[in-house]
């Protein structure tokens, strides 16, 4: 399956995150040179924020949900294909993730990786590496 984190760190990989929020200008629906940046954030705010929450994702090439517990465990379900769990830290203002194997999709699982975190313009979303996060209802 093409499903990795540096595909769309889906939690990211699964987690793995998705409303890209491309402000458009009045004018032909053009990117606005006026939206902020994402706004980078330290470890541990990155932590007090996805710690004990699930959160939605949408990445390039998955979408699903992905619960973050305060011990650094995960719980990833990739919409469509299925659970794993994983673990997760941060670092220098980056959320890194690993992901266990899953037999019918990912069979060799995603070794730790570490993407820059970031809190998006659009209210409580954030981006990590190409996925896109927001609290799961």
Same mark, same amino acid.
């Given at each position: &399956?093409?499903?990795?984190?540096?595909?769309?760190?889906?939690?990211?990989?699964?987690?793995?995150?998705?409303?890209?929020?491309?402000?458009?200008?009045? &004018?032909?629906?053009?990117?606005?040179? &006026?939206?902020?940046?994402?706004?980078? &954030?330290?470890?541990?705010?990155?932590?007090?924020?996805?710690?004990? /929450?699930?959160?939605?994702?949408?990445?390039?090439?998955?979408?699903?949900?992905?619960?973050?517990?305060?011990?650094?465990?995960?719980?990833?379900?990739?919409?469509?294909?299925? /659970?794993?769990?994983?673990?997760?830290?941060?670092?220098?203002?980056?959320?890194?993730?690993?992901?266990?194997?899953?037999?019918?999709?990912?069979?060799?699982?995603?070794?730790?990786?570490?993407?820059?975190?970031?809190?998006?313009?659009?209210?409580?979303?954030?981006?990590?590496? /190409?996925?896109?996060?927001?609290?799961?209802?």
């Amino acid at each position: &399956m093409g499903f990795s984190l540096k595909d769309g760190r889906a939690l990211a990989a699964v987690a793995l995150l998705a409303f890209a929020a491309a402000g458009c200008s009045s &004018m032909g629906g053009k990117s606005s040179s &006026m939206e902020p940046a994402p706004q980078g &954030m330290s470890a541990a705010e990155i932590r007090t924020t996805l710690a004990g /929450k699930s959160w939605r994702f949408k990445g390039p090439n998955n979408t699903g949900t992905t619960l973050y517990a305060e011990d650094g465990t995960s719980l990833v379900e990739v919409d469509g294909k299925g /659970k794993t769990k994983g673990k997760w830290m941060t670092k220098d203002g980056q959320l890194c993730e690993s992901f266990d194997p899953a037999p019918s999709w990912l069979p060799g699982g995603v070794p730790m990786s570490c993407y820059p975190f970031s809190r998006n313009p659009t209210p409580n979303t954030y981006q990590a590496g /190409k996925a896109v996060f927001s609290l799961a209802s």
